[in-house]
């Protein structure tokens, strides 16, 4: 399986910053694993455009579940891929709680990202007080049930692990810890997906940086990383890619 260093720029990002991914093509012409940067929706079909010839991939944040119609504001999964985009990102921990979205929620998304060819990269999490309460491993089990639709594969689907205390933060779980998680959404996937479990990508996100990324990434089932914060600097996301690689 190739090994995926998926970056999420958030809300940040200008016409300025796109020279980010020049030095990161540039530094990383022919990397080991799969690189894909998921910009803000109004740099997507200038950032494709200018990755077009590198290694680097490029996806939204978001979807809706729809193909089009009457939702102001939205963006759907045939847009992104008219934009160039390969993947979007469904139900990260900001999307659940800023905009209430359900695992029913985004479960329809991970399909309408599928209709539309893209690669949906589902993400999952415990917050705090769940992990104190000895919860995570129900509470990550629920949205992996909830979360991601019938007819996954390894070709359409990532899932990305989250702890929510983690993101943006600097704390990282032990080691241990995110093998213990990691390891229960393997088995979890392949109860439900049988032989596709295998080859489904599971990524760790929160507070990947280049001084902890190859440590992570020796962990079992840690099959990438999703790295917001230090996605935004080509050097600090090298750093990563190359730990990856
Ligand atoms: P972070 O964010 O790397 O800034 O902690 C990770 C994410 O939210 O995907």
Same mark, same amino acid.
């Given at each position: 399986?190739?090994? #995926?260093?998926?970056?999420?720029?958030?809300?940040?990002?200008?016409?300025?910053?796109?020279?980010?991914?020049?030095?990161?093509?540039?530094?990383?012409?022919?990397?080991?694993?799969?690189?894909?940067?998921?910009?803000?929706?109004?740099?997507?079909?200038?950032?494709?455009?200018?990755?077009?010839?590198?290694?680097?991939?490029?996806?939204?944040?978001?979807?809706?579940? !729809?193909?089009?119609?009457?939702?102001?504001? %939205?963006?759907?999964?045939?847009?992104?891929?008219?934009?160039?985009?390969?993947?979007?990102?469904?139900?990260?921990?900001?999307?659940?709680? %800023?905009?209430?979205?359900?695992?029913?929620?985004?479960?329809?998304?991970?399909?309408?990202?599928?209709?539309?060819?893209?690669?949906?990269?589902?993400?999952?999490?415990?917050?705090?007080?769940?992990?104190?309460?000895?919860?995570?491993?129900?509470?990550?089990?629920?949205?992996?049930?909830?979360?991601?639709? %019938?007819?996954?594969?390894?070709? !359409?689907?990532?899932?990305?692990?989250?702890?929510?205390?983690?993101?943006?933060?600097?704390?990282?779980?032990? #080691?241990?810890?995110?093998?213990?998680?990691?390891?229960?959404?393997?088995?979890?996937?392949?109860?439900?997906?049988?032989?596709?479990?295998?080859?489904?990508? #599971?990524?760790?996100?929160?507070?990947?940086?280049?001084?902890?990324?190859?440590?992570?990434?020796?962990?079992?089932?840690? %099959?990438?990383?999703?790295?917001?914060?230090?996605?935004?600097?080509?050097?600090?996301?090298?750093?990563?890619?190359?730990?990856?690689?």
């Amino acid at each position: 399986m190739k090994k #995926l260093a998926a970056g999420n720029w958030k809300m940040n990002g200008l016409e300025a910053t796109l020279a980010e991914i020049d030095a990161l093509a540039s530094a990383h012409p022919a990397p080991g694993c799969d690189v894909l940067i998921c910009p803000p929706a109004t740099l997507l079909s200038r950032l494709s455009a200018r990755a077009e010839g590198t290694a680097i991939a490029t996806g939204a944040q978001d979807c809706h579940p !729809n193909e089009s119609g009457a939702h102001t504001g %939205d963006v759907s999964a045939g847009m992104i891929a008219d934009a160039g985009g390969a993947y979007v990102i469904v139900g990260h921990s900001e999307r659940r709680a %800023d905009h209430g979205e359900s695992d029913a929620v985004v479960r329809a998304k991970a399909e309408a990202a599928w209709r539309a060819g893209l690669i949906a990269i589902i993400c999952v999490g415990e917050t705090l007080d769940e992990r104190d309460a000895g919860r995570t491993l129900d509470i990550v089990g629920g949205q992996l049930a909830g979360s991601i639709p %019938d007819g996954a594969t390894a070709a !359409n689907t990532v899932v990305a692990y989250e702890p929510v205390w983690a993101i943006g933060t600097g704390k990282v779980p032990t #080691l241990a810890e995110i093998g213990e998680v990691h390891d229960d959404i393997r088995a979890r996937l392949s109860a439900r997906f049988s032989g596709e479990a295998a080859g489904m990508r #599971l990524l760790y996100g929160g507070s990947v940086k280049p001084s902890n990324a190859a440590e992570i990434f020796g962990v079992s089932n840690v %099959d990438g990383a999703l790295v917001g914060g230090a996605s935004l600097k080509a050097a600090d996301f090298g750093g990563i890619v190359g730990a990856l690689a």
